[in-house]
């Protein structure tokens, strides 16, 4: 028997990742709502949703590894079982980040395209 009751502790795991999805959701509205009359107002709103959602993947991809390490640590010490190989999901977790900050530098490499642009032709 446990010590303690992990009734309510697993979503604990999961809400990083579907408030993440859920960013990154609104994050494509945004994106593709995106005109010469709102731009200044849709890029921020995108960069922000994706930082946020960029660093709850990061939580989850750490949760998710430091639990992993945790059973492995406790499996090890019983010969013969398992093979201490972590699964699809860690993979998963540090390629959705990746691919997040790859989008998040894209966005900001636009944007100050756009911002270059609309500084030159105002001044110049």
Excluded at 22 to 41: A, S
Excluded at 54 to 66: A, D, V, Y
Aim: aromatic share 14%.
């Amino acid at each position: 028997m446990p010590k303690e009751s992990t009734n309510g502790k697993s979503g604990w795991i999961a809400r990083p990742i579907i408030a993440a999805s859920v960013f990154n959701t609104l994050t494509l509205i945004t994106l593709l709502i995106i005109t010469d009359e709102n731009r200044k107002y849709c890029y921020p709103t995108a960069i922000l949703l994706l930082l946020v959602s960029f660093i709850l993947n990061i939580t989850s991809f750490l949760i998710t590894f430091s639990l992993f390490s945790l059973i492995f640590n406790i499996i090890g010490a019983f010969p013969g079982v398992g093979d201490n190989r972590t699964g699809i999901e860690i993979y998963l977790s540090i390629w959705s980040s990746v691919f997040l900050f790859i989008a998040l530098v894209l966005i900001l490499i636009d944007y100050s395209r756009v911002q270059i642009k609309k500084f030159e032709f105002n001044h110049f």
